[in-house]
């Protein structure tokens, strides 16, 4: 057989530009993709102008159904009939995540607008002595919740964290026999509800007299809620890690402490921050346990053994039905503040969790 | 016949063999060069590969094999940062124009993988059948699929028996084979295959690269590798890449195997091939 082979053209190819010629559309497809957005957004919007029906109804019973009847009919005209579930399964992904954003974007938008009139600087540090609800906004703050729910938080995570991680490691790498019992222990406890672990609290801690309420009595209840959470997502990405890493690390002679600690959990960091961030976002907002274990007090406090604590959910709590304007302001604007304190919170997680080396 | 419609038809025969006629190719890469991100791994890649041959890939690591095979039923897109210069014909057309879809292009050129990867919740039945569900074609004949891909794949006797076991239960080899036989089910005509036997057992390989030989009086097979041996073995022709360092790779020399492994033209593919570096 003879070779049909070319000439190689080697000045011709150095002058080459990167393309990406799979981005290239031809134009009856960009122009009917165009089409089956546009068509149903205007009919949507006469319907919304012109008509009385609800805007949701209008969304669900009509946008949505024309939505995939033009996007089908767009895959079919572009790629034939086998294209259908491909572009069924892109407009419903599109259509969840918007609907999930609209949703996030209303919660956000509605605190913005209700809680921005209470935000200032000296609302971030004062507390609330010599505040009472009709006092106007331009005195007082929540620095005495924000201290509160920060020491509760701490002390939350060094007892639930590390208890947490050290169940997963031992379902994951210890493998004792206890495993499906821990696993099933675990899972019922993230069934607790919230009042019920401040409850406990209350009774085996606070009531017998062993501790006051307190941020330490706050932050045992909010680490019964933390644990499972960290344990189950902690379990599930040290499962991930492939066991060849594991077999790597013995066949160079560590112990298995050592794997579990300078090779597992490393590659696995990522995912142990999620899962702490998980945690946090888990009790973050819990009420309950803090009313029964923690406590209000309108001053700060920074022993965590000493006296009642105020928290943000608390305090929120304690405004929010008020019939003065500015306390329900005031709860608004500490709810906006909470939200900002855990975008801040995960922001410096993720950026400290992101590692120069490969993980998985 | 008269003399002047013979005289035309030679030549039009030679014309085909001077001009590398589409007809006679199953693909035809054309002055392909391959980035990721801003490094180009691969630069001004010409090869064509005739219907019904099997064609070797040979070079050191590194050098754009796969990266090159990726290239030619695009899969490369599918990797972030991904760019593309020149062509690549499949049918005479290329398979980069806008009005190709890349679902036609990946059942008509299947791959095997370096890791066998077999579906492990599906039997070993399932996995053979698995493109035709997956790519939505409709047969009637499924048993006489699965007898006849398997046999192609060199595994219909060792698991004749055990079809509806899982697929996870196979040694590598034979998962190797079933992954082959899976890719055969859709009728693909072009094979590529990514150093299919880098994690088997000489038996296992041995297997394999009768399947190979036999698979291509029917398919078009190009296949990565790294065993010299089995370039010889088991290919007609043979292009050997390199990569200077931090320089894309390209093509140094291709042609028929023997001529590649007997006579090369080149001294760095005399000196690869006879194991001095690489």
């Given amino acids: 057989m003879t070779i049909l082979f070319s000439e190689q053209t080697s000045e011709e190819s150095a002058a080459q530009k990167p393309l990406h010629p799979w981005r290239k559309k031809p134009r009856k497809f960009t122009i009917s993709v165009a089409l089956a957005v546009v068509v149903p957004f205007l009919v949507v919007l006469a319907l919304l102008l012109y008509s009385n029906i609800p805007g949701a109804l209008v969304m669900v019973i009509v946008y949505l159904p024309l939505q995939l009847l033009a996007a089908g009919i767009t895959a079919v005209y572009n790629r034939g009939v086998r294209s259908i579930g491909d572009s069924m399964i892109v407009v419903l992904a599109i259509g969840a995540t918007v609907f999930s954003l609209v949703i996030l974007m209303s919660v956000l938008l509605s605190l913005v607008v209700r809680g921005i009139g209470a935000l200032s600087a000296h609302f971030l540090y004062q507390n609330s002595v010599y505040i009472n609800p009709s006092t106007p906004l331009e005195y007082g703050g929540i620095g005495h919740a924000m201290v509160g729910t920060f020491l509760i938080l701490l002390i939350a995570s060094i007892i639930a964290v590390p208890i947490g991680i050290a169940t997963a490691v031992y379902i994951t790498d210890v493998r004792g026999r206890a495993v499906p019992y821990v696993r099933f222990f675990v899972q019922a406890m993230s069934g607790v509800p919230s009042v019920v672990a401040g409850l406990f609290i209350l009774t085996i801690a606070v009531s017998t007299g062993a501790f006051n309420q307190s941020a330490f009595a706050g932050g045992l209840a909010y680490a019964i809620l933390m644990l499972p959470t960290v344990a189950r997502t902690a379990e599930e990405v040290l499962k991930l890690v492939p066991d060849d890493l594991r077999t790597g690390a013995l066949a160079l002679g560590s112990t298995r402490a050592r794997v579990v600690l300078q090779v597992v959990i490393p590659a696995a960091r990522t995912g142990i921050i999620t899962a702490i961030l998980l945690g946090i976002a888990r009790v973050i907002g819990e009420t309950a346990p803090l009313l029964l274990a923690a406590g209000n007090n309108d001053g700060t406090v920074l022993n965590p053994f000493d006296q009642a604590v105020s928290s943000i959910p608390v305090y929120i709590f304690n405004n929010v039905a008020l019939p003065y304007p500015d306390a329900v302001t005031r709860a608004w604007g500490s709810a906006l503040a909470l939200m900002i304190l855990v975008a801040v919170l995960f922001t410096l997680a993720r950026v400290l969790g992101r590692g120069r080396v490969g993980k998985y | ?278």
């Fill in chain 2, 1 to 278: 016949m008269s003399t002047a419609e013979f005289e035309s038809v030679q030549t039009l025969e030679e014309q085909m063999v001077e001009s590398a006629a589409p007809r006679d190719l199953a693909m035809d890469a054309r002055n392909l060069s391959v980035w990721f991100g801003k490094r180009k791994v691969l630069e001004g890649v010409n090869i064509a590969f005739p219907e019904r041959t099997c064609t070797a890939l040979i070079g050191p690591s590194g050098c754009g094999k796969s990266t090159f095979i990726r290239t030619l039923n695009r899969l490369h897109e599918l990797i972030p940062g991904a760019a593309l210069a020149g062509s690549v014909l499949y049918e005479g057309k290329d398979i980069y124009d806008a009005d190709i879809d890349p679902v036609h292009i990946r059942l008509k050129i299947g791959m095997v993988f370096q890791k066998p990867n077999p579906f492990p919740s599906m039997t070993i039945r399932g996995n053979v059948l698995s493109g035709l569900k997956l790519s939505g074609m409709k047969r009637d004949d499924h048993d006489a699929i699965v007898e006849s891909t398997l046999t192609s794949a060199g595994l219909w006797n060792e698991v004749k028996d055990r079809l509806d076991h899982a697929a996870g239960d196979l040694s590598g080899g034979q998962q190797q084979r079933l992954v082959i036989a899976r890719a055969l089910a859709v009728e693909p005509n072009v094979l590529l295959m990514d150093e299919p036997c880098s994690a088997l057992d000489p038996a296992s390989t041995l297997k394999i690269e009768e399947t190979i030989r036999e698979l291509s009086k029917n398919v078009t097979i190009i296949i990565v590798t790294h065993n010299m041996q089995q370039a010889v073995r088991v290919s007609d022709h043979t292009a050997f890449f390199l990569a200077a360092e931090n320089e894309p790779g390209h093509v140094v020399e291709q042609g028929l195997t023997t001529e590649i492994f007997s006579n090369p033209k080149d001294q760095r593919t005399l000196d690869y091939v006879n194991g001095r570096f690489g």
